[in-house]
């Protein structure tokens, strides 16, 4: 079945750096995508990977092996504004996404 | 600025009630979506349309109708809502729904409440 998995809430430290996991069992692939979502806010897109490999943007990289079903989100220099939710999804065969219940990090000073 | 307007923003409602959540984009994209958004769940398709004139069923269909008149406008109705429609509704448009980096533009959403 299909099947989207990341924790459910993290936290870190201003300045560090963290990484949130996202993994995946879909009827086929065709990208997977990563959105932040500020409290009471709409998603915003962060990043697309359809190969594998790091796609790096800035403070932000995100991570994609097809074969393990599994990506990361990487944030570096974390500032208190990446206090959101971020969010997981993957792109299947017929371009429908599903989307993981997301991961809400927590900063702290 | 451009972008997706969605209203009402936020919306009380008694069940058996009608009610139709407006959204509206200005960005000329041909694909629109309407998601709902609950507490420990990823999002969740309700209906979608490739371009104008046709609609899909997503996920959670059920209870919902939608319709695209036009390529700006992509309304959801609910005919009698139910207390489990209780909800925070996203409206989204994209380029295309088959193009590969299909990037999904989000409306601020709206929170609806059925008692």
């Known amino acids: 079945g299909q099947n989207i998995d990341q924790p459910t809430e993290m936290t870190a430290t201003e300045g560090a750096i963290v990484q949130i996991n996202c993994t995946y069992q879909?009827?086929?692939?065709?990208?997977l995508f990563w959105y932040q979502q500020h409290a009471g806010e709409a998603p915003t897109f962060l990043s697309y990977n359809v190969l594998d490999g790091l796609e790096e943007k800035g403070r932000f990289s995100s991570f994609l092996s097809r074969s393990k079903g599994y990506s990361y989100l990487l944030l570096k220099e974390l500032q208190m504004k990446d206090s959101a939710s971020y969010l997981c999804?993957?792109?299947?065969?017929?371009?429908?996404?599903?989307w993981g219940a997301g991961t809400k990090l927590i900063i702290k000073p | 600025i451009a972008g997706i307007t969605q209203a009402p923003t936020s919306q009380i409602l008694a069940a058996g009630r009608r009610m139709t959540l407006r959204c509206t984009q200005d960005m000329r994209h041909n694909a629109m979506y309407w998601y709902r958004q609950d507490l420990g769940l990823g999002l969740r398709l309700i209906h979608y349309s490739n371009t104008a004139g046709t609609t899909g069923k997503g996920e959670v269909p059920d209870g919902y109708s939608v319709s695209r008149a036009n390529t700006d406008d992509f309304p959801l109705t609910l005919a009698s809502a139910v207390p489990s429609q209780t909800s925070v509704y996203f409206c989204?448009?994209?380029?295309?729904?088959?193009?590969?980096?299909?990037?999904?533009?989000f409306g601020a959403g709206s929170r609806l409440t059925v008692l």
């Open positions: 989204a448009s994209s380029d295309s729904l088959s193009s590969g980096a299909n990037v999904l533009t």
């Open positions: 999804a993957v792109m299947e065969r017929d371009y429908q996404l599903i």
């Open positions: 879909t009827s086929g692939f065709n990208g």
